[in-house]
């Protein structure tokens, strides 16, 4: 990691001593095109709270208020409750205001706060956004505006691949997977051409299984099931063998190896072999090896008011805070040191995630056109050996990236049903291409095609 020297007035925290630190808080959960999917309102409970944590002093904050007589509580329950599954935020003008939350918002970024709230009605079109920078282990910026506070987790869909693929590197640190192994000797007998598929093919998405949860995928109509994958995958109740057989009996579209197609299938299958090997649950095998080693207080695949999944979407479900994805961020700008402190993976599995895996390929479906593949990270701007800014963005516009260059990473929290991952997208490419971190960082500019 190159060790840049901060602005000297910009406040700093240490992110193994994060302001914050959440328990319960507020949650958001986006609508998924599935009639089976969880709401996409934003839910709030006076009972939650979100901890305040300072020079050892814990604090708790209530979620109270509200825009009725009544606090907003009953209101906000009242209309979510009379509405169909597939309304958006229509009660969010019933929510009890956020509680308060520690922030990080030095006065040199004056041109990204504002940009962001601008994004954030009434201004904009978002009823709110969570936004996080860290460098060199601590937090250079952090801020929470609209209907979130630094403790609302959202369900950040794809871009939950990078903690899925930490968890199952590690594996590999540990000497109980080999990513360029067949599978076929993890978990024998489950594909036909298991010998010839790989981990490392599952998770840069070149395995040649079928992604799109149905007998014929195809390329040519956007492929928009590659995103939402086998039905299976929205069942958390199952068991992930079962899933995964459903999956692996829709067959295979193409030669391992030969073309690239992203979906949520690839992961799936990566996680039943990963549990396998472990030995545990993966959502144990995540809590294990990332979750504790990290701190993080508020990740879980699934919601977190129910019970862990038993069939946890790897590509897809999981459920975080900005304060928690930036400690994860510091793994990747940090050769796998977790929060500066505690290693979590080698040097040599962190450079595995963001080493380009599809130059060249033939692409039979892809989210992001135009981009290289790593292992969960989208690249853009390579540089010699390695790209300058790597990105892992999410259907409903959650977008956490890194700029190796400048030695950041940032995240961008939201839920917007409406245009989703290009929002998070567009809002991303506003901020590299107009220098709103790189300027106050002190960094060169970096001119990015998204």
């Known amino acids: 990691m190159r060790q840049l020297g901060l602005v000297s007035a910009a406040p700093i925290v240490a992110l193994t001593s994060l302001l914050v630190a959440c328990s319960g808080g507020m949650r958001s959960t986006p609508q998924l095109s599935n009639a089976s999917s969880v709401s996409s309102q934003v839910r709030n409970a006076q009972s939650q709270s979100c901890t305040s944590v300072a020079e050892g002093a814990v604090t708790g904050a209530r979620i109270g208020g509200g825009n009725s007589v009544d606090g907003g509580a009953a209101s906000y329950q009242t209309c979510n409750a ?95 997977l080999n990513l360029d ?49 086998d039905p299976c995958l929205l069942v958390g109740s199952d068991s992930m063998e079962s899933c995964v057989q459903q999956i692996v009996n829709l067959g295979s579209i193409f030669t391992p190896g030969t073309q690239f197609d992203y979906g949520g299938d690839d992961y799936q299958v990566a996680g039943y072999v990963a549990q396998v090997v472990a030995g545990e649950p993966f959502t144990q095998l995540f809590q294990n090896a990332i979750a504790a080693p990290c701190g993080l207080t508020s990740t879980t695949y699934g919601d977190p008011l129910e019970a862990p999944p ?105 839920s917007d049903n409406d245009q989703g991952a290009n929002k998070g997208l567009t809002v991303m490419d506003y901020i590299v291409n107009n220098e709103l971190i790189t300027a106050p960082l002190g960094c060169q500019p970096q001119t990015v095609t998204f």
């Open 82 to 176: 009379g509405l169909p599954a597939t309304s958006t935020l229509e009660c969010d003008q019933y929510a009890p205001p956020v509680a308060a939350s520690s922030t990080v918002v030095p006065a040199q970024f004056s041109g990204l706060t504002s940009y962001l709230q601008s994004l954030v009605a009434p201004n904009g079109t978002l009823t709110g956004l969570g936004f996080i920078i860290v460098r060199n282990n601590q937090v250079v910026y952090e801020n929470a505006l609209g209907t979130y506070s630094t403790c609302t987790d959202v369900l950040i869909a794809s871009a939950s691949k990078g903690a899925s693929v930490r968890a199952i590197l590690s594996l590999v640190d540990r000497g109980l």
């Open 181 to 229: 192994t067949p599978i076929s000797k993890y978990v024998p007998n489950l594909f036909p051409n298991g010998t010839t598929i790989t981990e490392r093919m599952l998770l840069d998405h070149t395995s040649g299984i079928n992604n799109c949860g149905e007998p014929v995928c195809s390329s040519t109509e956007g492929n928009y099931g590659n995103v939402l994958g």
């Open 310 to 414: 038993t069939n946890p979407r790897i590509g897809g479900g999981l459920y975080t805070t900005i304060g928690d994805m930036a400690k994860m961020l510091t793994i990747d700008l940090d050769g796998g040191l977790c929060n500066g402190t505690t290693r979590v993976l080698s040097t040599a599995m962190v450079n595995a995630m963001q080493a380009d895996y599809t130059q060249g390929l033939p692409v039979f479906y892809s989210a992001d056109p135009g981009h290289d593949y790593g292992m969960s990270w989208w690249h853009l701007a390579p540089l010699t050996g390695s790209p300058a800014l790597v990105h892992d963005f999410g259907l409903f516009g959650a977008v956490p990236w890194l700029d190796k260059s400048c030695g950041y990473g940032a995240f961008l929290l939201m």
